[in-house]
């Protein structure tokens, strides 16, 4: 996924400043006990590093499938320097949750070589809603947080790059 609780640790994120930039939140709503956390990690992270709430624009679709979609209309629509979509896919009894992964990593792939800016792939793929409660703001902290910290670092990385 996005950062490294490793990084996180060292400070790498502490550098970060989201202050001036605008931010797309795409969330699926299927699985929303989990995807309100992360949504709610994202902001804060955002927040706390130095995003304005205007700064912030929020769109739900109703399932993970639908992220890509959204995350394409987001930045054809708006004016924002990365889109941030979050979901979550749980394991069940049948291989829908394969074609659903594989799905939205390829569609968020494809968005970020085709718009050259950042799409970030915020969506847990567990095998039950524990690990997901566990990863959206639980023991293992809140992969919504991380996947904002990995936006404000790639649009930083595309800025850096565009002034050589």
Sequence with gaps: MATTRAESSHGVNSQLTAKGLRFGLVVA????E??????AG????????GALEDDIICRHV?????????????AEHLNV???ICLGSV?????????????SVTQGITQLNLRYQM???????TTDNQQQALDRAGGKFGNKGQEAAETAIRMVALRQDLEQQ
């Excluded at 950042?118 to 847990?124: A, K």
């Design 90 to 102: 749980i394991q069940g009894e049948t291989r829908h949750f394969d074609y659903v992964c594989d």
């Design 34 to 39: 989990v995807t309100g956390q992360l949504k």
């Design 81 to 83: 320097d990365a889109v």
């Design 62 to 74: 109703p399932g993970s499938i639908e992220l890509t979609l959204g995350a394409q209309l987001m």
């Design 29 to 32: 709503d299927f699985n929303q």
């Design 42 to 49: 994202a902001i804060q992270a955002l927040q706390d590093h």
């Design 118 to 124: 950042p799409f970030i792939f915020g969506v847990l």
